[in-house]
């Protein structure tokens, strides 16, 4: 089995991969004109390129079905790709809605993922100097729906810090450009409605969210579990799972995200066309950031 099959049906359940290759190393150069390098950029760069092979355990809620042969070993999974990938990926498999999450399967996934990022940092630090590395998806900005992560410790406010950002492609269409026409049109609503629709089916791709709901165990439990926890995260009501088909699952699931998130842009923003400005369902950022203690 692929990467992007293993890694998508196994941590985050049918996310479209972040299979490519994380695109570029962007500022976070530090003000001081006398320095010649970044030592945040390299490591970023090294995030970028290298890459790593983890393996990890499911954790399917509750005990398997009593026909299911070794069950735990049925749960043992690998995923490989550059290590930004995985970062991004170990990012979206805690993602929450107003701060709960809407999986804890992939947790043994997001541990192995940090302890190889903490590895390859240190292979290529400078002597002396501390890494953080901050992962971070937003589908707009002060969204109630995230995905974050976090590799280290926070640098001390006093501490002389190099910065470098780097960018992967999401498992959520970028839509920047139909908010921006909605907020033309249809206003906060609307805006509100393309993002939800994004993020519905790239939380819950129909075609492979309705073969996981037909398909064996733990597939078919997790996908299930995973559309009546975020049924009960959005406030969607009862999600009758094996009663409709994934594409009716997400039109049902997304009208109830609309709601929040007009809500939410209504609240938070000045117009519609500012909340649009503001989206970026399609990218997850990755910053590292060094210092000397």
């Given amino acids: 089995m692929s990467r992007a099959t293993s890694t998508v049906l196994d941590v985050t359940l049918f996310l479209l991969l972040l299979g490519a290759a994380a695109v570029a190393v962007l500022g976070g150069v530090t003000d001081d004109p006398r320095a010649t390098s970044n030592p945040a950029a390299e490591q970023a760069e090294l995030l970028g390129t290298s890459t790593a092979h983890v393996s990890y355990a499911l954790e399917p809620p509750g005990p398997p079905p009593d026909w299911t042969p070794n069950a735990t070993a049925r749960h043992q999974r690998t995923a490989h790709g550059t290590v930004a990938q995985l970062l991004a990926d170990a990012a979206m498999s805690g993602i929450t809605v107003e701060g709960r999450r809407l ?96 993020v519905v089916d790239g939380l819950f791709p129909p075609s492979q969210a309705q073969l996981a709901l037909r398909g064996d165990y733990p597939a078919d439990r997790l996908m299930a579990t995973r559309y009546r926890r975020m049924a009960a995260l959005t406030g969607a009501g009862r999600m009758p799972v094996q009663a409709e088909n994934a594409t009716e699952l997400n039109s049902r699931l997304a009208a109830s995200l609309t709601d929040t998130f007009e809500r939410d842009m209504r609240a938070r923003f000045d117009s519609p066309r500012v909340a649009a400005r503001t989206v970026e369902t399609g990218t997850v950022r990755i910053t590292v950031r060094t210092w000397s203690p």
């Fill in 103 to 198: 999986s804890t399967a992939g947790t043994d996934f997001e541990r192995t993922v940090g302890e190889t990022t903490r590895a390859r940092l240190s292979q290529r630090s400078e002597s002396g100097r501390v890494s953080s590395v901050r992962v971070r998806w937003e589908p707009y900005r002060g969204t109630p729906v995230t995905a974050t992560t976090r590799i280290g410790e926070r640098p001390p406010p006093s501490a002389d810090v190099r910065a470098a950002t780097l960018r992967v492609p999401s498992p959520m269409a970028n839509v920047r450009g139909s908010a921006n026409r909605a907020a033309r049109t249809r206003g906060f609503g609307g805006v509100a409605a393309v993002v939800a629709r994004a």
